[in-house]
């Protein structure tokens, strides 16, 4: 079975992505074809990147939380985010997490969620610039909760129908994609959790020559 994420993108205290995730999974939940899954980045409590080496050079991780993370992230097919806007870019803590690692999100899709008074549309667009230098594939259907019309009181979670259209529509897309990229990573992908990466070396050096900066 096709396994998603829905992973959270901020941990203060007070945050909405909590609330957000769990409408997702709601409405992903009806669906049979995917497994979909929370996982909140306060459960790993990553600190700001301590690994001596960056996750793209070897992919061998010193700290036993970013073990954790790893094998998590790694055993999804595809990713939806639940991003907050901050000062028109994603928190933090977000960028943080997914700085950790790189080989676990290889050819696998991503859907986004965005919230704040634009709907977090900038969040998401800063979002997908990164995607592209892990191999994310980011669909286009995109949900955007507006703190004014989506949020009763500007707290609690009151998506308009449209909204969950659109959810729909995303999901139907990260599914499809999961499905689509499933023999690019059965070919370079981590298959199992927790086992040494077995990576396209080609994008390693790929990234050591610089055709990328
Ligand atoms: C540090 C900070 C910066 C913010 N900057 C923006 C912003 O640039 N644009 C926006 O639409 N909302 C902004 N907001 C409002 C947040 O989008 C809104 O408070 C949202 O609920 C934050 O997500 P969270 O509750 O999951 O932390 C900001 C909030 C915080 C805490």
């Not at 991780?61 to 992230?73: A, D, F, G």
């Amino acid at each position: 079975m096709t396994r998603i994420a829905i992973i959270t993108g901020s941990t203060r205290p007070g945050r909405k992505s909590p609330a957000i995730a769990a409408w997702v999974h709601q409405n992903a939940a009806r669906r049979d074809d995917v497994d979909y899954e929370v996982v909140d980045l306060a459960d790993f409590d990553l600190p700001h990147l301590e690994e001596p080496v960056a996750a793209a050079m070897t992919g061998e991780y010193r700290h036993p939380y970013t073990r954790r993370w790893s094998q998590t992230i790694a055993a999804f097919d595809g990713y939806v985010f639940i991003t907050p806007e901050y000062n028109h870019s994603m928190p933090g803590v977000l960028k943080n997490a997914i700085d950790h690692l790189y080989t676990e999100w290889h050819d696998k899709p991503a859907g986004f969620v965005g919230y704040g008074t634009h709907g977090g549309t900038r969040a998401v667009e800063q979002l997908r610039l990164v995607m592209g230098e892990l191999h994310i594939a980011d669909v286009r259907a995109q949900v955007a909760l507006s703190l004014f019309t989506d949020f009763h009181n500007g707290t609690e979670l009151v998506p308009g129908d449209h909204q969950v259209k659109t959810l729909n529509t995303m999901l139907d897309q990260v599914a499809r994609w999961a499905n689509a990229l499933a023999p690019l990573r059965a070919t370079y992908g981590r298959q199992t959790p927790g086992a040494k990466p077995t990576v396209d070396e080609s994008r390693r050096s790929d990234r050591m020559e610089g055709s990328r900066s």
